[in-house]
């Protein structure tokens, strides 16, 4: 009879740790809430290109455009934590969090009300768009007729200059697990979460001055869980071991996202508040109630993220 048990437990170990398996259908996707469902038996999505629509993208697609587009430019917008990724035992010089900032910030002005809210210049590859200017008006130069100006219009000048960075990358601000143990057979879940900040300001070109100044912050949440079996059989001659488990860790990048996407909508809001811009259709912030402007801060709460 003891020779039956260790296979018995081994199959019921299997059945609710199990590695998922993959799948290129979306209604196998992996759906689960990480603390009600467990995720035995289910498919993880794989392989399929998507445009992201998070809550945040959603509610600056939505915005009313501007009355009038004010000209915006973007230098940088860097990674200010310094931090590299902790792996155990490992030499990593991986940044933490995404050094894209820059195309980020650029993504969410030109997706708020549908690319209809700013007039974004180049000045990230302001050197190569000067060298192609060049190479322009010395084709012209040489090809075009003499009779006709061979200038090049003007550039577009911003009057407004968004800057910022990543200002925070908090780890293990919360964890937490449980699980059981039983006759050499356990289950166990783990899960940490971490926090990532940005700042994000709109400065004036003809004075330097700071007009307006956001912060935003988002959540990151892992989590993990694994099962084990343990047990000797045929008279204390043999040994049983079997471990499985799997994890699950949010993308930081969509995260940052995530935090920009808030931060410029709050920053339209605030603007629109003090008299920088207009929102057409006398569109109001929607958490403003009390004259105050503390920056938005998104949280994994879904109430928050829909607002």
């Known amino acids: 009879m003891l020779k039956y048990i260790p296979i018995v437990s081994l199959l019921f170990l299997a059945g609710c740790a199990g590695f998922p398996k993959y799948s290129a259908d979306p209604q196998n996707c992996l759906k689960e809430d990480i603390f009600r469902k467990h995720i035995s038996r289910k498919y993880v999505c794989v392989d399929h290109p998507e445009a992201i629509r998070l809550p945040s993208f959603v509610d600056l697609l939505n915005l009313p455009a501007a009355k009038e587009m004010p000209v915006v430019a973007v230098y940088t917008f860097s990674d200010k934590t310094g931090q590299r990724k902790n792996r155990q035992g490992i030499a990593d ?5 995404s050094q894209g900032g820059t195309e980020l910030l650029i993504d969410a002005l030109k997706t708020a009300a549908g690319g209809k809210w700013f007039r974004v210049v180049e000045r990230q590859g302001i050197d190569n768009l000067v060298r192609e200017r060049q190479i322009i008006r010395s084709a012209r130069k040489e090809f075009a007729d003499k009779d006709k100006p061979q200038g090049v219009a003007p550039l577009l000048f911003a009057g407004i200059i968004i800057e910022g960075g ?5 780890t293990n601000v919360l964890t937490g697990g449980r699980g059981a143990r039983t006759l050499g057979v356990g289950f166990s879940k783990k899960y940490h979460k971490d926090v990532v900040t940005v700042a994000i300001r709109a ?5 330097g001055e700071v ?7 988002k959540t990151i949440l892992s989590y993990g869980s694994n099962g084990d079996v343990f047990r000797f059989y045929e008279q204390g001659t043999r040994l049983l ?5 799997v994890g699950n860790n949010e993308s930081v990048t969509y995260a940052v996202r995530t935090a920009i996407e ?6 339209i809001y605030q603007g629109h508040d003090r008299g920088f811009w207009v929102i057409k259709d006398g569109h109001r912030h929607p958490h403003q109630n009390d004259g105050t402007n503390e920056g938005h801060k998104l949280e994994d709460n879904q109430n928050e993220e829909t607002n």
């Open 93 to 97: 010089f991986s940044t933490a969090v």
């Open 211 to 217: 007009l307006l100044n956001v912060q935003a912050r």
């Open 241 to 245: 071991e079997y471990e499985d488990g």
């Open 203 to 207: 400065v004036s070109v003809l004075t």
């Open 262 to 267: 808030a931060g410029v909508l709050e920053l």
């Open 166 to 170: 990543i200002i925070g990358y908090d």
